[in-house]
């Protein structure tokens, strides 16, 4: 239908041929996530998103201004001169958003996403051009230094158009809204997004990145411009009638709703399909999924280690646990994994992990040490646990704001430590063989051959003279002579190849290692993207929470409940009973809100209160079971679909979003809508209300059609299926909260991985939150004076069990005598 639309909108009578400008650089942007069909080249260039409390530390940030007046240092990270002038300052440089800032002297006349752009668009009657990116985009600063800082470019764009510049981060409506109508029109997507639009917000031609000038037979920005000045101004009609016809089809093509009476499919068929599905895609050497390039996916990690919980006798269920734990095995080895800084980098270009796109995203860090935590508890290796406590180390470090919140993203380019002014991607991370050379000189005793500590290290993180990383992957230079590190060799093996003990080469290692971090932090970093969004924020919740609960570590707990007062004060409107989007890194350090600040989307919502939940059953605080049950209502009240089931990614009654999406699909982040399914459930048990048991099985039923034939698209959905389908299991704690016993009780189900579960702690307190909501918990009590436990399924309880070790063997093999309810 969409393509149908097309063509029909470019019949022979019209003088302009949309689809041609169309056919602009796509793999010369930063793409999707892998199953968004967009093009993603597999070049290093492209990307596309600890037991002691470590401490906080920040570094300085650009200068933010409100006139144009000041001078600031650009928010791209640039180490420009403050005094320095600028030629030229646009309303941008009133901005926040750190990408808005980094086009604030571009001699263009940019307006952000807003009713005055608007405005302006009807009262000249210009059409409009959108540009969409983000900060830590590579195409994005290379769009903005070839065409946005060219004069000529410039010119056209601010003579000829309202231009209005978006940050998607900000704004994921928009973004989603036109990246629907682009992907539809060309078949890929990705970042920058240049969109044009009628004065009404409707599109009619779309792209991504455009070289300035043409170059073979792909058309540049400038002619692109030109062509459409002429159709406007001599085939409008034809124009908007096309971008007419593709915005019904698409309103059509994008429907997600289920019909009257419609059940969720069958979770057991449904998972079944999702595992073959990403068993056929799976890739045995190096694991991960597809080739190249690989992206960490944890949305299908997390899907085949719960897959193996309800199928653990099964052959297929062996499989998926060893399909995710490979994988999770071979990126921690591999150079997608910072071992000197700790992180994780946004993916690898190639199939071993080995060469990554350096941008590091706070949603992977906070995905991924889940994930790692996880495969902790079903395998008990402890590599597993010390890469999610590595992940939280970096986030505590450099990515912390001293309110409690998080930053979004740290940036792939930097300068180089060499000099120069001109920035390369990976410049802060890789090393040269010589640099190891000369800061790791000292012979180790006992070792074979004299070898020397930079000997050790450079055998076993794969260092060589002339660069490890291969010229295919390096297709501009700027990582020739360099080395990604990326682990070669286990300590086993290097210990025998220097005759050495393990533990004297875990030893040097770790040495190494800090000498080379101290090192780091002499060379200029990559710009810091500080805003602070609400759903990211929601996420790494999450992941202190989680991470914190299996390993019993108070001071990954104290930083979870950090962030979660965090959201309260500085993203929660208690007088409008809203989320808001984002928050801001200030002029003095201090935590600052754009006027009027925007309000929160679906995923914020659903990515708190999952964050909520999760640190509820790490704390067993109730105010964050009941902050999370307040937001649930509130989400319901902005965004829930009463007909057909699930939620709308923004407001309804936004008239400036042309296209009410649900979002359908699990990427580098998990769908909203996947997400609100597990946390209605989880919800219906923590608060008896059933009308959030049918909502959840409404959403499932809505998506109904998407699970069935494609549920690779949808693993964190699949997961919320199989929950409705086995059922949660209530395990009610009664005791008093920091006592031994009952603490003893706690860290046991703490250190398993229970996908299906929701966890409750009862005191003496018969008003409880608790007790208030579900009646039948002012029955259990403590036996003979001492902590216990009910696990409770279908109505029915288990006998109370005291001993940790027999709640154990009760939560993993469910063997034990019953009693009714």
């Known amino acids: 239908m969409l393509r149908l639309a097309w063509r029909q909108s470019t019949s022979k009578n019209s003088r302009v041929q949309p689809a041609r400008l169309l056919t602009a650089a796509f793999s010369g942007a930063d793409s999707q996530h892998q199953h968004s069909g967009g093009n993603i ?17 920040h570094r300085p940030q650009p200068a933010y201004y409100h006139s144009s007046s000041v001078l600031m240092s650009m928010a791209s990270g640039g180490e420009e001169s403050s005094s320095t002038p600028h030629k030229h300052t646009n309303r941008l440089a009133k901005e926040r958003s750190p990408y808005l800032l980094q086009h604030a002297h571009n001699p263009v006349d940019w307006y952000p996403w807003g009713q005055e752009a608007f405005d302006k668009a009807k009262n000249e009657d210009k059409p409009i051009f959108l540009s969409v990116g983000y900060s830590t985009c590579h195409w994005c600063h290379v769009m903005e230094r070839e065409s946005f800082e060219d004069e000529e470019i410039g010119k056209i764009m601010s003579d000829n158009f309202v231009c209005i510049k978006l940050d998607r981060e900000e704004r994921p409506d928009v973004d989603k809204v036109y990246m629907t109508f682009v992907q539809a029109t060309s078949g890929g997507g990705g970042w920058p997004m240049s969109v044009w639009l009628t004065p009404d917000l409707r599109p009619f031609i779309g792209g991504t990145y455009f070289p300035p000038r043409d170059h073979g037979r792909r058309p540049g920005l400038k002619t692109v411009l030109t062509r459409i000045i002429d159709q406007w101004q001599n085939n409008r009609p034809a124009l908007e009638s096309s971008g007419e016809r593709i915005l019904e089809a698409l309103k059509k093509g ?18 079944n399909r999702c595992f073959q599905q990403l068993a056929h895609s799976y890739e045995e050497e190096y694991g991960g999924f597809r080739d190249a390039p690989k992206f960490p996916t944890p949305v299908n990690l997390m899907f085949l280690m719960s897959y193996w919980c309800v199928n653990r006798s099964t052959s297929e269920g062996a499989e998926a646990l060893q399909m995710a734990l490979h994988t999770l095995r071979m990126m921690a080895l591999g150079g997608i994994h910072d071992h000197v800084a700790q992180g994780f980098h946004r993916y690898s270009t190639d199939s071993s992990w080995h060469v990554p796109h350096f941008e590091k995203m706070l949603y992977d860090q906070a995905q991924l040490a889940v994930a790692y935590i996880t495969a902790s508890q079903v395998s008990g290796e402890q590599l597993f646990a010390d890469v999610a406590k590595d992940i939280l180390l970096y986030v505590s470090r450099d990515l912390s704001d001293k309110s409690g919140g998080f930053y ?55 260092v060589k003279v002339q660069g490890n990383v291969a010229p295919e992957q390096d297709p501009h230079g700027e990582l020739q002579g360099q080395n990604v590190l990326i682990v070669r060799y286990s300590a086993e093996l290097t210990a025998a190849h220097f005759g050495i003990t393990v533990e004297k080469v875990n030893e040097l290692l770790a040495s190494a290692r800090a000498k080379m971090a101290e090192v780091r932090k002499s060379r200029p970093r990559p710009h810091l993207d500080t805003k602070m969004l609400a759903s990211w924020n929601g996420l790494m919740l999450s992941a202190y929470a989680r991470v914190g609960a299996a390993l019993g570590d108070k001071a990954l707990l104290e930083r979870a409940v950090r962030a979660g007062n965090f959201l309260k004060e500085h993203l929660w409107d208690a007088q409008q009973q809203i ?10 350090m201090e935590v600052h809100q754009i006027s009027p600040p925007i309000s929160g989307f679906l995923d914020d919502y659903a990515f708190i209160i999952c964050g909520l939940l999760d640190l509820y059953e790490a704390t067993l605080q109730t105010q964050w079971l009941q902050w999370a049950e307040e937001l649930q209502l509130r989400q319901d009240e902005l965004f829930l679909d009463e007909q057909g089931g699930g939620y709308f990614c923004s407001d309804p009654s936004d008239s400036t979003v042309l296209l009410q999406l649900k979002e359908d699909q699990d990427g580098a982040e998990p769908s909203a809508n996947s997400v609100s399914a597990s946390n209605l459930l989880r919800l219906s048990n923590y608060t008896g209300r059933q009308e959030w048991l049918q909502r959840s099985q409404r959403l499932l039923a809505a998506f109904s059609d998407r699970l069935t034939r494609v549920p690779i698209a949808l693993p964190e959905m699949v997961r919320a299926l199989m929950a409705q389908h086995y059922t949660l299991k209530q395990i009610v704690i009664c005791g008093q909260k920091d006592a031994p016993d009952t603490t003893s009780l706690l860290a046991t189900v703490s250190s398993l991985f229970l996908p299906h579960k929701v966890l409750m702690l009862i005191d003496d307190d018969a008003d409880s939150f608790l007790c208030q909501r579900l009646p039948v918990l002012s029955s259990m009590s403590r036996q003979d004076g001492v902590a216990t436990a009910y696990v409770c399924q279908d109505f029915t309880c288990s006998l109370p069990v005291t001993d940790p070790q027999e709640l154990r063997r009760l939560l993993l093999d469910g063997t034990t005598d019953t009693q009714a309810e």
């Open 579 to 588: 989320i808001l989007r984002s928050c801001y890194y200030g002029d003095e």
């Open 408 to 462: 979004s993203a740290e940036d792939a380019d930097s300068v180089p430590a060499s000099g120069g002014s001109e920035k390369r991607e990976g410049a802060f991370c890789v090393w040269t063989a010589s640099e190891v050379r000369d800061l790791l000189p000292d012979v180790v005793e006992g070792a074979t051959g004299s070898a020397t500590q930079a000997d050790i290290f450079m055998h076993h993180y794969g």
């Open 41 to 57: 080249r597999r070049f290093r260039q492209i990307p596309h998103p600890p037991s002691d409390k470590p401490p906080v530390q």
């Open 254 to 271: 994008t429907a997600v709703a289920a019909n009257p009476g419609e059940n969720p499919p069958l979770a057991p068929d449904v998972a």
